[in-house]
Nanobody
Framework: QVQLVESGGGLVQAGGSLRLSCAAS????????MAWYRQAPGKQRELVAG???????NYADSVKGRFTISRDNAKNTVYLQMNTLNAEDTAVYYC??????????????WGQGTQVTVSS
């Protein structure tokens, strides 16, 4: 069974930085998209940043220039470097990936979420 385990969330002051990590483990034959979503209280889950298997990245307009997504294919890990954080970035951040698992099919997987709180 594939699992995505996030780490790196926490409390930070406005203007500060955090780095989130998400490691995929289990029976993995291939990984396509790796991405980060977030969900703030009372709001829908939204895409923050995504990275295709070919290395193309896309970002939500609200984080462009502040956040950077990257991946280490050897470690099956995706990172989200978040700089110049503000209160609007407060949310639970979820890792998402499309992974070819033991079923030999590509399937969607989600992490359990990690809380990011930015104090103003």
């Amino acid at each position: 069974q594939v699992q995505l385990v996030e780490s790196g969330g926490g409390l930070v002051q406005a203007g500060g930085s955090l780095r989130l990590s998400c490691a995929a483990s289990g029976i993995i034959f291939g990984i396509r998209t790796m991405a980060w979503y977030r969900q703030a209280p009372g709001k829908q889950r939204e895409l923050v940043a995504g990275l295709s298997g070919g290395g193309s990245a896309n970002y939500a307009d609200s984080v462009k220039g502040r956040f950077t997504i990257s991946r280490d294919n050897a470690k099956n890990t995706v990172y989200l470097q978040m700089n110049t954080l503000n209160a609007e970035d407060t949310a639970v951040y979820y890792c998402y990936s499309v992974i070819k698992d033991g079923s030999s099919r590509y399937r969607d997987f989600w992490g359990q979420g990690t809380q990011v709180t930015v104090s103003s």
